[in-house]
Structures are given as C-alpha cells and as structure tokens.
T-cell receptor, first 112, second 114 residues
Framework: AQSVTQPDIHITVSEGASLELRCNYSYGATPYLFWYVQSPGQGLQLLLKYFSGDTLVQGIKGFEAEFKRSQSSFNLRKPSVHWSDAAEYFCACSGGYQKVTFGIGTKLQVIP | EAGVTQFPSHSVIEKGQTVTLRCDPI?????LYWYRRVMGKEIKFLLH????????ESGMPNNRFLAERTGGTYSTLKVQPAELEDSGVYFCASSQDRGWETQYFGPGTRLLVL
C-alpha cells in the first residue's frame, strides 16, 4: 500500500527566509506526486505535480519541488517566504488509479 | 467558473442522528471524490464516482456511510447513525475525465458528533 510521510508537523520561518518542506513516499513504482496547500477556510489548492520527466517541478506561487527516486522524496521549496504563505501543506501521491494518498500535513507559520 | 462547493460548511449533531453532506462539483467534471480528515490524522480517500457510478469505494469506513450521485451531478454523503468517531472534515473534489490528476477541492464540511 502506498503511504506518504511528512516528518514536520509544524514549521516556523521568518518572512524572506527560504523554506523546505519534507516529504517521503512509499510505493512500489514511481507514483504521481503532488503538493497541495490549504489556507484557513479554503479548500486544498494544487501547488504542483510530478508524473515523469524533469525531476525539478515548478509550481504556482513561486514553489518548486524535486523528485529524488533514490531517497523516495519529493520536498517542496521556496527561496523566499511571504507572510501569505502561512498555511497547511500536504504532500500526496497516487498510483494512477485516481485515489490520492495524503501525508499528515505540515503547518507553516511565518513570522515578521 | 464556480469551484467545488460543499454544504453545510459546519454541522454539529448528536450521536445517533443522521447527517447528509452535499457536494456540487465543477460543471462538466465527471469525476467526483470524497475524502475525510479526522483531527490530527491524514486526509483519507473515501470513494470515487465517475458520473453516477461508484468507481472505487474502498475507503468507505462502514455501512453507516452512504454516498450517492444521482444524475451524475451533485453528490450526497449520508451518515446514519452518526458516531463520535465520524467527526472530522469531509472534503469533496472533482476532476475532468482527461486531466483527472488535477483534483479541485471544495472547502470541506466540518462535522462534529457529540
């Protein structure tokens, strides 16, 4: 069965600092990988996705993620965090059968 | 274009009562999904409709949960009778037939069973 691990439940960064959110997945083959963000009172918004090809994926809002097969990881990065990035971030994977498996989420706090 | 909408946004009921959640997907999206997040846990898949047919209901916790999508448009998820462990946030998502991987999520319904 596929699974997703987000080891950091809470992260606090200063505005303008760089950000990296960790994600590890477990799946027999290369899954489809996603990062979603949920702002307070909102639904989940897709930030980016990886299916194949270039392992560095660009997303919306200045986010990027890198797929590393050897480490079964798909970490999310942003070079400079803005206060509006404070939200909860979910890593997810799918085996291609449309059922998406989510990690537990990482809450990001941005301090001035 | 309207996004995925869910009703109600919040529901507080007593154990043993019935609650029905509604999801209106994006117009034209054949795929509709239900997910649930229990507090402190992962978002878990419940089931997937393709039009009015249940494609995958492997995540439904038990027979107290009934999902329908008559006519292939909106969907309802009924919990009867509700138990304390059913509390959580129920998300609905929809996607197109082509481009299924981009699932658009609604804001969720927060259910509290007392």
């Amino acid at each position: 069965a596929q699974s997703v691990t987000q080891p950091d439940i809470h992260i606090t960064v200063s505005e303008g600092a760089s950000l990296e959110l960790r994600c590890n997945y477990s799946y027999g083959a290369t899954p489809y990988l996603f990062w979603y963000v949920q702002s307070p009172g909102q639904g989940l918004q897709l930030l980016l996705k990886y299916f194949s090809g270039d392992t560095l994926v660009q997303g919306i809002k200045g986010f990027e993620a890198e797929f590393k097969r050897s480490q079964s990881s798909f970490n999310l990065r942003k070079p400079s965090v803005h206060w509006s990035d404070a939200a909860e971030y979910f890593c997810a994977c799918s085996g291609g059968y449309q059922k998406v498996t989510f990690g537990i989420g990482t809450k990001l706090q941005v301090i001035p | 274009e309207a996004g995925v909408t869910q009703f109600p946004s919040h529901s507080v009921i007593e154990k043993g009562q019935t609650v029905t959640l509604r999801c209106d997907p994006i117009s034209g999206h054949d795929n509709l999904y239900w997910y649930r997040r229990v507090m402190g846990k992962e978002i878990k898949f419940l089931l997937h409709f393709v039009k009015e047919s249940k494609q995958d209901e492997s995540g439904m916790p038990n027979n107290r949960f009934l999902a329908e999508r008559t006519g292939g448009t909106y969907s309802t998820l009924k919990v009867q009778p509700a138990e304390l462990e059913d509390s959580g946030v129920y998300f609905c998502a929809s996607s197109q037939d082509r481009g299924w991987e981009t699932q658009y999520f609604g804001p969720g319904t927060r259910l509290l069973v007392l």
